[in-house]
């Protein structure tokens, strides 16, 4: 590949980056219904209800709204509905069309709003951090090892090293830039990327070693 | 020769499919005029299943509270609708609106955090609203009853003079509490340590009346009052209750209280000879001693609901498996097409090995998280590096079949390696999602290393040959 053309790429994906940091220390993630502060709509249903039902009166009241459903107990007898902002008209909608679908009595329909607390991005990160911290180091040291004779031993590192803080960043950058909801999956898909790209380089450079001694 | 050949390549080839069948479709058994299968259910981990969700929000009621004619604030339960006229009463909020601050909210959360380590509980997440102060606690996982209890308790210790309700000490008199016990002649006697600040101190050293002398020596100075003093003077004067919020622990002569150094030990029970009854003090008085070296909750909170909520996340499966099936699907094309016969091979035993491991992780009771998806890519990735290898490998005819395959091994150390790392790393992580993907990496790597020499390597020799 073209040098300059590296050089341009590198460039590009370092402002990717920046960008990313930038968005990150201003507005933050965008979190999906599940992280985000809302409310919780819980409702009982006495009889029991289908998913897809709840689904479909929810779509159809709070127009345009994301929302979550969350099955409460085993009992298939409570459900919540999460979702950030909704008007009084949009709840009276859906807690009428609940009522029609299960003939239950409006008035005696048991169904609670409920704040929601945001729940902190550090708390699902956090986690991550120690595990990812040391395997990283300790596969830094066995490649180490396993190159300890070769003159390029640091630039390898070095290289490791880059490829893995690029790849993250530009992961994280397109979810903040993009305004990608931070999901459940978005960790173990980091985590995910971060292990394969760790082990194709690792092959990758064993490869190289093995070519080269031929 | 060739016959020979056919009829071992045929075997071969029908483990593998036997494996891939009992795999992916189980084995069914006739039980009570149904067909089971009597392979173990996969374990699901609570990011798949579902979790348990407490909510805990600021008191918002109020209390009554009830004064004599002195002034003085009484019990609420000596009140009575006889005598109710003898007491002045005030309706107050059950935390005053001042109180109600983001740093105190952020302390509860703090306390509470400390409260489930000492219930030995680390797999939760709490989500505190910094603007209401509500606390959304997650259990991914088992966790211990005592949690309904304990976490909304206030973690107020005082003692208090029976009989002029007077507080002697409260929470801000001392530093920590410890709990012990002690074996007498006439049982076991179980203690509480208070170790006082300096007002505490203050405050102990100002009563006299109570006979208690800070020990010099760390001995037992306490000055006898047994023959100085009648019993019913005794009973009437020298008691005290030793209140955990608003419960009485205990109540104790103030004989049974002992001030050595800046240390006050208080019997809070004595002859103890049941097991049970030792055991339960004990209990409760560690309880009492955690919680209150916690610090009091500087705002009171009531569970307000208790659920059990289902995994929300049925559909991402959909796809990570949608993912998966494409992914094999390429891998095995790619080696059919580069490879032939050999490629044909090797996905058939790749195909066996995927199988042999979901055996086993059912068998060993894996929890499989979101987490533990990304276990799976890892072994995808480690099989395919292996097998690429070894069909490489044995492309080159100076060396032996033998020699090929251990070149192939060889070859891929470095990924087995990492997979390795990954595994021990992971394996240790306090968190049950990240842990399992430690071990599912194991169990695969263990299969992946075996699996092949088992299966691959037989059935790439009968075709080499």
Request: aromatic share 10%; charged share 25%.
């Amino acid at each position: 590949m073209n040098k300059n053309f590296k050089k341009i790429i590198l460039v590009a994906l370092i402002l990717l980056i920046l960008s990313g940091i930038i968005i990150l220390c201003t507005i933050g993630f965008k979190k999906s219904t599940m992280y985000a502060a809302g409310t919780r709509i819980e409702t009982y249903i006495p009889k029991g209800y289908n998913k897809q039902d709840i689904y479909d009166i929810a779509k159809d009241s709070f127009v345009n709204k994301k929302f979550s459903i969350e099955e409460v107990e085993k009992l298939n007898q409570v459900v919540v509905i999460k979702l950030q902002n909704y008007t009084q008209d949009e709840f009276n909608k859906f807690k009428t069309s609940i009522a029609e679908k299960y003939n239950i009595d409006v008035d005696k329909l048991e169904i609670y709003e409920i704040s929601q607390p945001t729940i902190r991005i550090s708390t699902e990160v956090m986690p991550y951090v120690l595990p990812v911290l040391l395997l990283t180091i300790f596969s830094l040291i066995y490649i180490l090892f396993r190159n300890i004779k070769s003159e390029n031993k640091w630039n390898i590192l070095l290289k490791i090293i880059g490829i893995l803080a690029i790849i993250q960043g530009v992961y994280f950058s397109l979810i903040l830039i993009f305004r990608i909801p931070f999901e459940i999956y978005t960790m173990p898909l980091s985590l995910a990327i971060y292990i394969i790209t760790l082990i194709i380089y690792v092959n990758y450079i064993n490869k190289n070693t093995v070519t080269a001694t031929k | 020769m060739k016959k020979n050949k056919i009829i071992r390549l045929t075997l071969m080839i029908l483990i593998c499919l036997l494996i891939i069948l009992v795999g992916f479709v189980g084995i069914y058994m006739k039980k009570a005029n149904a067909y089971k299968n009597i392979l173990p259910d996969y374990t699901f981990a609570s990011d798949l299943k579902g979790a348990t969700v407490y909510e805990l929000e600021v008191d918002d009621s109020n209390e009554t509270i009830y004064y004599d004619k002195e002034g003085k604030k009484v019990d609420s339960s000596t009140v009575t609708d006889e005598n109710k006229d003898e007491y002045t009463s005030e309706e107050k909020p059950v935390n005053a609106k001042e109180n109600l601050t983001k740093d105190n909210y952020k302390e509860v959360a703090k306390i509470m955090k400390q409260r489930l380590k000492f219930l030995k509980t680390d797999q939760y997440r709490l989500d505190l609203d910094e603007k209401t102060g509500k606390i959304v606690l997650t259990f991914e996982y088992a966790y211990p009853d005592d949690i309904k209890s304990i976490l909304p308790m206030e973690g107020r210790l005082q003692l208090v003079d029976s009989n002029t309700e007077d507080t002697i000490l409260d929470y801000t008199d001392f530093k920590s509490v410890e709990a012990s016990y002690a074996s007498t002649d006439d049982g076991y006697t179980a203690y509480l340590h208070l170790k006082l600040n300096d007002s505490g101190l203050q405050k102990i050293n100002e009563i006299d009346k109570y006979k208690i002398v800070p020990a010099s020596d760390g001995t037992n100075t306490e000055e006898s009052t047994e023959n100085t003093e009648d019993e019913s003077t005794e009973n009437k004067v020298n008691k005290l209750k030793i209140m955990f919020d608003e419960d009485e622990i205990a109540e104790v002569t103030y004989d049974d209280i002992l001030l050595t150094g800046k240390t006050l030990r208080v019997a809070t029970a004595s002859n103890l000879t049941s097991d049970s009854t030792i055991q339960s003090k004990l209990n409760t008085n560690t309880v009492i001693s955690k919680l209150a070296t916690m610090g009091k909750l500087p705002v009171v909170y009531n569970i307000t609901a208790e659920e059990y909520v289902q995994s929300n996340i049925a559909s991402y499966i959909q796809y990570v498996a949608i993912a998966f099936i494409i992914v094999c699907t390429l891998v095995a094309l790619y080696f059919i097409i580069k490879f032939k016969k050999e490629g044909f091979i090797v996905t058939l035993t790749f195909g066996a090995i995927i199988s042999l491991f979901l055996i086993i992780i059912r068998y060993a009771k894996i929890e499989i998280s979101i987490n533990g998806f990304v276990g799976f890519a890892i072994l995808i990735l480690l099989n395919t590096v292996l097998v690429k290898n070894m069909l490489m490998c044995i492309k080159d005819k100076n060396r032996t079949f033998s020699e090929n395959v251990k070149h192939a091994y060889l070859k891929s150390i470095d990924v087995f390696a990492i997979s390795l790392i990954v595994f021990v790393v992971f394996s240790f992580s306090a968190m049950t999602s990240i842990s399992t993907m430690g071990l599912l990496v194991f169990w695969g790597w263990l299969v992946i290393l075996l699996g092949n020499l088992a299966l691959t390597v037989p059935m790439l020799a009968i075709v080499k040959k």
